[in-house]
């Protein structure tokens, strides 16, 4: 696994186990509760679109979801929040820039149908089981598939795999790309929605906790 995000995507991993993407060098990571995530993801797509549906690359991780965005990301986060006049206001969104780490998502799988899967191998060997997979192939080396909910209990996945082609940088939301591409927003819009949805989230936490103590009285 070490070996397809180094040396198939270029990005940087840090010593250990298990196998950790350092952030602040090719991308940085917004951090929201999948709840609200997911929200995002669908006002963000168009008419019918799915959060699955190819776009800038997106992981689980528990119930979280880490939302990939163009590196320096994370610097502008509080900036964008305060501009958006959403400064002031309790939000469970978090950015990882320079100098953070990420868990490495399970390796995407191609099945044979062509769909991508979530591969059920927690590391990956090598150069050599990648060359045994098919020489010259960018795909990661064919994994065991997980039956047990697609994925290792608490590992992290991942939603919207990474593009191979073309570089996944390209794809990343970043504010440089003022009215985003047709893979991803810009991150002000990215910034925003995000934000909308997780003061959601919150105010639905805080009405919901009087009706449950009425409840139990």
């Known amino acids: 696994m070490r070996w397809w995000y180094e040396s198939v995507l270029g990005w940087p991993t840090a010593p250990g186990t298990p196998v950790r993407l350092r952030t602040g060098v090719r991308f940085d990571v917004l951090d929201v509760p ?27 991780r528990g119930g979280r979801m880490l939302l990939l965005v163009a590196a320096g990301g994370a610097e502008e986060l509080p900036g964008l929040l ?44 090598g150069p050599a089981e990648a060359g045994r997979a098919g020489r010259g192939s960018a795909l990661p080396p064919p994994r065991p598939r997980d039956h047990d909910g697609r994925a290792r209990r608490g590992a992290a996945v991942w939603l919207r795999p990474p593009e191979q082609e073309g570089g996944a940088e390209t794809s990343l939301p970043s504010l440089s790309a003022v009215g985003g591409t047709a893979a991803a927003p810009d991150l002000a819009r990215l910034v925003h929605t995000l934000a909308t949805e997780c003061h959601r989230l919150w105010l639905s936490s805080r009405c919901a906790s009087p009706r449950l103590a009425r409840a139990t009285r």
């Open 82 to 125: 305060e501009w958006l006049e959403w400064g002031s206001l309790p939000l469970d969104l978090t950015a990882v820039g320079a100098g953070g780490l990420m868990e490495a998502p399970l390796l995407p799988a191609t099945g044979a149908t062509g769909a991508t899967d979530v591969a059920g191998s927690a590391d990956a060997a």
């Open 34 to 60: 999948v709840q609200a995530g997911h929200a995002a993801l669908r006002r963000l797509g168009p008419p019918g679109a799915t959060p699955r549906r190819p776009g800038f690359p997106v992981a689980l």
